[in-house]
């Protein structure tokens, strides 16, 4: 089955600095990357995904990479804000024969933004 | 509209009993999928439900079980309950099986 790696496990950045946080997946099956953020106690939430046909997405100051060949993908956050401070999921999604499977997540990355 | 929605919110059993939660998913969605959260595992795949039929299944012992009602609510169910599976239960929704996944709130089960 799938396995996704996500480093670091916890990052700490000032203010206003880049955040960036990687995965890896095994399975080249996987056509799927979503990101999830999720702040203490709440649900996780959708903040941006990625499919295998596309290389980089944008929105706002979040963006995603992804390199199918060396099956890694990165999140890219800039000017951070203490908003930002949660912990951030990234996830990969197979294709099997008869439809998408079910989503592997990584270990999470607790990122810390420090005024 | 209405987000998905879990019930209970909270969970205490103890050890040997068996709990049912449940899940409603956003209306017009169609597939729903259950989670573990633990602090030591992160998020595991539990199984996925699309149009009452379990798609797909994580690697969790056979305690653990689900359906899927013809209004795409969802119930998941364990059985013999241990310690080890005091967690958060998470629920996802999709419109589709290619679409994205909206989380609920969640179940905090704590087994005693």
């Known amino acids: 089955g799938e396995n996704v790696e996500q480093h670091p496990s916890t990052l700490s950045v000032q203010e206003g600095d880049s955040a960036v946080i990687k995965c890896t997946y095994s399975?080249?099956?996987?056509?799927?990357f979503p990101w999830y953020k999720q702040e203490l106690g709440k649900r996780p939430q959708l903040i941006i995904d990625?499919?295998?046909?596309?290389g980089e997405k944008k929105d706002q100051r979040i963006a995603v990479t992804l390199n199918k060949t060396a099956k890694h993908f990165s999140l890219h956050i800039t000017e951070t804000q203490p908003e930002d401070s949660a912990v951030y999921f990234c996830a990969a999604r197979p294709y099997s024969g008869g439809g998408a499977d079910g989503l592997t997540f990584g270990k999470g990355t607790h990122l810390i933004i420090q005024p | 509209k209405a987000g998905v929605t879990q019930t209970p919110r909270y969970l205490i059993k103890t050890r040997g009993q068996q709990v049912t939660l449940s899940c409603s998913p956003i209306s017009g969605h169609r597939s729903v999928s259950w989670y573990q959260q633990t602090p030591g595992q992160g998020l595991q795949f539990l199984f996925e439900y699309f149009s009452e039929t379990q798609r797909n299944k994580g690697n969790f012992p056979g305690r653990f079980s689900g359906r899927q009602f013809s209004n795409s609510r969802s119930e998941m169910n364990v059985s013999t309950l241990e310690l080890g599976d005091s967690a958060l239960y998470l629920c996802a929704s999709r419109k589709n099986r290619e679409s994205e996944a909206f989380f609920g709130q969640g179940t905090r089960l704590t087994v005693v």
């Open positions: 399975d080249s099956a996987s056509n799927y």
């Open positions: 990625i499919r295998s046909n596309v």
